[in-house]
DNA sequence: CGAGCGCTTGACCGGCGTCAACACCCGTGG
DNA sequence: CCACGGGTGTTGACGCCGGTCAAGCGCTCG
């Protein structure tokens, strides 16, 4: 058995005033009043690539929220195989379910690094029923999770493994340059897309060959979208 | 083009404080304060089979409360056919992402003659900042809701269509009869498990042969469960 | 009693899984 | 600096599961 590198570190304290992405997140328009009402660290980590956030029943310690980096949501299914219900991107929550039952529903996993704040449970115990400004962002991030369940459902695990391939590059396009996407090891994209990693990689190069997309990498992680219309209508 | 029948009824207004399932939905724990702030009555309706609740992207009025009966949740997809991301049942709140963005994000339609109570924003709202318990309640809400989505898709989109018809059959129980289960039109469950009819049809057959499934009536909809063990390792 | 719809079953074929070989990248150690 | 080896991605051959098309059957309802 070899030993699984459990790699994270503790960055120090945030400080959500000025945090860079305060807009995309939880605490984007709590005011001076609500920031005076936390009376427990926000811990700012960083989570290197592979190592887990939690774990599937965990008692939980805080919700997180995705500063840089990509997570995945990992479900063990009835035959013990993996499946990667979803794909947690900056600005994301992770671990919302906490906040009901103090339990993950599901494993959590970096992808690449992640870089993190741990908000803790009490905190937003506290503040969800004194600030109502928070209270709405909380249901927002709600709607925005169970939306992101049902579209990785319909858009990602839906008709040919060529259609699921086009889907999940469209959908890991890189918001700051919309031509560039993000791909994974072929396994983790099979078991996003329940398709076996063979079949990934063939519908990869068959993109490949027909100009939807082109290799920036060695490591096949990172792709140009060279026709966006060609990849909409597989 | 055949007129869609639309088939609801309005049955008065609900007693919520002595409702049948009170224990189970969104104000199973408020107290007599609590009522007392509800300035809007609760409607109390039933659709027909294949009647539309809302359709996706419609502007809300309410959420709703199921009560008896089941409501598919169908999605477009990218290529215009249908998918189902979820089904409802007794006890599960419909179209909760209309507090957050009041509209819908899919369409609802009943699968069997559906009894609910549409309760208005308004009053969700102001409870939500008034009452602790039912903020406490609508988080558990969508802790669940998120997590039959993510069930959804771990579970029943996921391998062979043999395990996914078995699996199917198991989430689909009866909660007081759990010898049984309940089916749908097979374009439907294909729709759901992102099979076609026909394999669907196969799959139950096979399942009926092997000795797992009984059928009950002469539609195909109930099923005995006649060996739990051999669906569950399917 | 007949028409029509939905469920089932069969035959055939293509897409995807399986197994295997190979290429390539990269880290390690000489 | 190069040789080596493991891990990961790619590609090929082949077989099977499930999609497609079609026919037949049994309900239900007019």
Chains 1, 2 share one sequence.
């Not at 529903?105 to 992640?114: C, G, P, Q, R």
């Not at 115990?125 to 927002?140: E, G």
């Not at 078991?191 to 939807?212: F, P």
Request: aromatic share 6%; net charge negative.
């Amino acid at each position: 058995m070899i030993p699984i590198k459990i790699d994270s570190a503790w960055k120090g304290t945030s400080d959500c005033r000025n945090c860079g992405i305060r807009d995309m997140v939880l605490f984007a328009d709590l005011n001076e009043q609500d920031f005076g009402e936390i009376h427990t660290p926000i811990d700012d980590m960083v989570f290197a690539a592979d190592a887990p956030l939690y774990t599937e029943g965990e008692t939980a310690v805080g919700v997180f929220t995705l500063r840089k980096g990509m997570v995945k949501l990992v479900r063990a299914t009835a035959d013990g195989r993996e499946r990667i219900v979803r794909v947690l991107r900056p600005g994301d929550v992770i671990g919302l379910e906490a906040l009901a039952t103090a339990r993950y529903d599901s494993e959590a996993i970096a992808l690449v690094e992640a870089h993190v704040c741990r908000i803790p449970l009490s905190v937003l115990h506290h503040l969800s029923s004194n600030s109502p400004r928070l209270h709405k962002r909380l249901m927002q991030k709600w709607q925005g999770a169970l939306k992101d369940a049902d579209d990785w459902l319909a858009d990602l695990n839906f008709g040919s493994a060529r259609q699921r391939v086009a889907a999940l590059a469209l959908k890991m396009r890189d918001p700051d340059q919309p031509d560039f996407t993000s791909f994974f090891a072929r396994d983790d994209m099979g078991a996003m897309l329940d398709i076996k990693l063979e079949t990934v990689s063939r519908e990869i190069s068959s993109l490949v060959r027909d100009g939807a997309l082109k290799p920036c990498d060695k490591q096949g992680r990172r792709y140009e979208i060279t026709n966006e219309v060609l990849l909409q209508r597989q």
